[in-house]
């Protein structure tokens, strides 16, 4: 568990500063002073404070470990993980309250608003960086705890039972005609209820197309799912999902778990390439003509990662009809 705690954290820091320098910012720019040090020694106290210390410590456990473990034991990291992820929200929360209090209280003052900017941009991104890293380390904890309460062995082809053509004609006529109703709506609000006065710029479809932010989103979501072991589980999913095959309670589990991480990594590094995107601008204020494209751009990865997050949903939901009898 240690080499996925490890590999987690770098190639999700690796990214992240690849994305910092296509934003055109500087790598010191996703380090913030103390604050860093600041939630995880308070994220530390808490832990430990709750009691689920020992349980906590187990992800920094070696693999020949974790194959001794108990159901009990699995099931009590899985929920200190929990407890970790909600602590770290709580903690980063305060702080970028606490800093836009101060914010708006100094907004006279230009010399305090880059520091209390930062605390919150800052707070922002440690809280989906670390979250980001303990559902990694929760969703290979979940996938263990499955594997151990599976009653049958994975490799049954359950999820593999063929379907006539007529009824896959059917499910893909179903998906085009949903669809096209949700882009028609979509366009529709946008259209006649979103106010638009710019005219030096095109706005259309490709204005929302950004190569680069969905590499990052995409790259960093799928190496993270990898580390996990949810990989292959992922577009098992997916498989099953379309042909509607009928699946057993331990494949279902595997399958939401697969999901389920994959969305919540998602969202998070969404919203984390977009907060890097606001830091890159920050290093390049001087050029006023083209800020609003820039806040645009920054925009965009949680954008797909929340288009994405609804497709992921829908998914998940569809798996629990697909359960044996």
């Known amino acids: 568990m240690i080499l996925s705690l490890i590999l987690s954290v770098i190639f999700a820091f690796g990214l992240d500063c690849a994305c910092m320098i296509l934003s055109g910012g500087t790598i010191g720019g996703l380090i913030n002073g103390y604050e860093l040090p600041g939630i995880i020694v308070i994220l530390a106290g808490l ?5 689920s210390g020992k349980d906590f410590c187990r992800i920094f456990a070696k693999p020949s470990m974790l194959q001794t473990l108990e159901l009990t034991q699995l099931r009590r990291t899985e929920k200190s993980l929990n ?5 770290v929200f709580y903690i980063c929360l ?40 303990f559902i ?41 005609i949903a669809l096209a109703l949700i882009v028609a709506m979509a366009a529709a609000v946008i259209l006649f209820h979103i106010s ?14 950004d190569l680069p932010s969905f590499l990052y989103i ?11 072991g949810n990989f292959k589980n992922f577009f098992r999913a997916f498989g099953a999902t379309f ?8 494949q279902k589990n595997l399958y939401e778990n697969a999901i389920g991480s994959f969305r919540q990594i998602m969202i998070m590094t969404g919203i984390r390439g977009s907060v890097i995107g606001f830091t890159g601008i920050l290093y390049n204020l001087q050029d006023r003509s083209v800020l609003g494209l820039n806040m645009c751009v920054a925009m965009i990865p949680a954008l797909y990662a929340i288009i994405i997050c609804a497709v992921l949903m829908v998914v998940e939901a569809r798996l629990s009809s697909l359960v044996e009898e």
């Open 94 to 133: 305060f702080f970028i309250l606490i800093s836009g209090i101060f914010f708006y209280l100094n907004i006279d003052y230009r010399t305090s608003l880059g520091p209390n900017l930062a605390t919150i941009l800052g707070s922002l991104l440690y809280m989906t960086f670390l979250i980001s890293i």
């Open 136 to 176: 990694t380390l929760k969703a290979k904890f979940r996938t263990k705890i499955i594997s151990v309460m599976a009653e049958e062995a994975l490799e049954t082809g359950a999820d593999k039972t063929a379907r006539p053509a007529k009824a896959i004609l059917k499910t893909i006529i179903q998906i085009v």
């Open 83 to 87: 407890f970790a992820n909600i602590v």
């Open 196 to 209: 638009n006065q710019q005219q030096d710029i095109a706005i259309g479809p490709l204005l929302f197309l």
């Open 243 to 250: 042909k509607k095959s009928k699946l057993t309670v331990s």
């Open 47 to 51: 832990i430990f404070l709750s009691g």
């Open 218 to 228: 995409f790259l960093t979501s799928f190496i993270l799912l990898a580390i996990s």
